[in-house]
């Protein structure tokens, strides 16, 4: 296995965490007190993904987990917590907290999204079909195209994964491991100036908070290309 292959090897299957980033409140619909409470909740909430966000998981964690013990069915501390699971490398823990939200929140498709994500189905097919499906109810969720572009990157259907990795990055561009992958998906392809770039947005992105990847063999990647363009 060469060096491409191998860079190609470890970093395909990036795993990408999925969560909300707080509760929206309407005022205008709600009294005074639950205005308030709301506010409340969200504002630890927020707390918590800002700090995501800026690459402080640990902080995240435990803003996430205080969210939680104050109101016990918030589902955006759940996803910040499996989140943050994901990161950590504890996929029990996340898997454990995906299968409490498909209970509590049965018609969410993100926790049953996650799952597929992070337990691969032995029928690729009808792993196909699952997403497929959820994608029809809800198109615009950047993780369901992401893990429609990790099937098809396992099954070496790069045109495909190419699409999907780029649905995922188009509907949430601050994520790096979305560029990442998008960017994976257009080198496999021969697309060498295109998917430099966005090499450069997953580094560009990985710099400013978290992310699972290591940068420096992406570094390693970035300057093989350049080698290969340049006369």
């Given at each position: 296995m060469g060096r491409g292959e191998r860079f190609f090897a470890g970093l395909t299957l990036v795993i990408v965490p999925v969560f909300a980033?707080?509760?929206e409140v309407k005022s205008g619909r709600l009294e005074f007190s639950r205005i308030e409470a709301v506010e409340k909740e969200s504002s630890l909430v927020n707390?918590?993904?800002?700090?995501?966000?800026?690459?402080?998981?640990?902080?995240?964690?435990?803003?996430?987990?205080?969210?939680l013990q104050a109101y016990?069915?918030?589902?955006?501390a759940m996803l910040g917590l499996a989140a943050c699971a994901v990161y950590e490398g504890n996929l029990e823990s996340a898997v454990a907290m995906?299968?409490?939200?498909?209970?509590?929140?049965?018609?969410?498709?993100?926790?049953?999204?996650?799952l597929i994500g992070l337990q691969r189905q032995q029928d690729s097919v009808q792993e196909e079909a699952v997403i497929r499906n959820m994608l029809s109810k809800q198109p615009e969720i950047p993780f369901l195209h992401f893990i429609l572009g990790r099937l098809?990157?396992?099954?070496?259907?790069?045109?495909?994964?190419?699409?999907?990795?780029f649905a995922a990055h188009r509907f949430d561009p601050?994520?790096?491991?979305?560029?990442?992958?998008?960017?994976?998906?257009l080198d496999r392809l021969g697309q060498s100036e295109t998917a430099l770039h966005y090499y450069h947005v997953a580094i560009d992105l990985a710099g400013r908070g978290a992310s699972d990847f290591d940068t420096a063999p992406i570094i390693d990647r970035i300057n093989s290309l350049l080698r290969q363009i340049q006369p």
């Open positions: 980033t707080g509760t707390e918590a993904y800002r700090a995501y966000q800026s690459g402080d998981v640990a902080t995240a964690r435990s803003k996430y987990a205080e969210a016990p069915d918030n589902r955006d995906y299968s409490h939200l498909t209970r509590v929140y049965p018609q969410d498709e993100l926790p049953r999204a996650a098809y990157a396992t099954q070496s259907r790069w045109p495909e994964a190419q699409q999907a990795f601050a994520t790096p491991g979305y560029a990442l992958n998008l960017a994976i998906s």
